[in-house]
Nanobody, 123 residues
């Protein structure tokens, strides 16, 4: 069992930066692939970024490539999402998720989810 708690969301102006954190409790965090997803009002949950358990592999949605960076610190049971050059269209609730089987961008593949943190980007 893994419990995930996101933090770091908030209100920022367009062009600004935020760093999201996701702290995992439970055992064997370093065996889970981790992902970030987001959901804007009235829209489906969408993939943002993912990182493999080993940190060797990362993947990004085209919409955030070059602006967002996913990383993890297995010693701290934490995964991060550094978000730069934020745009109003990045406004959403951001969720982290853990997957024990595959490094994937598909939400249905993930086993555990956090409660989410709100990111609002003003124009």
């Amino acid at each position: 069992q893994v419990q995930l708690v996101e933090s770091g969301g908030g209100l920022v102006q367009a062009g600004g930066s935020l760093r999201l954190s996701c702290l995992a409790s439970g055992r064997f965090f370093n065996r889970y692939h981790m992902g970030w997803f987001r959901q804007a009002p009235g829209k489906e949950r969408e993939f943002v970024a993912a990182i493999s358990w080993s940190t060797r592999n990362t993947n990004y949605a085209d919409s955030v490539k070059g602006r967002f960076t996913i990383s993890r610190d297995n010693a701290k049971n934490t995964v991060y999402l550094q978000m730069n050059s934020l745009k109003p269209e990045d406004t959403a609730v951001y969720y982290c998720a853990a997957d024990s089987r595959a490094w994937t961008s598909t939400p249905d593949e993930y086993d555990y989810w956090g409660q989410g943190t709100q990111v609002t980007v003003s124009s």
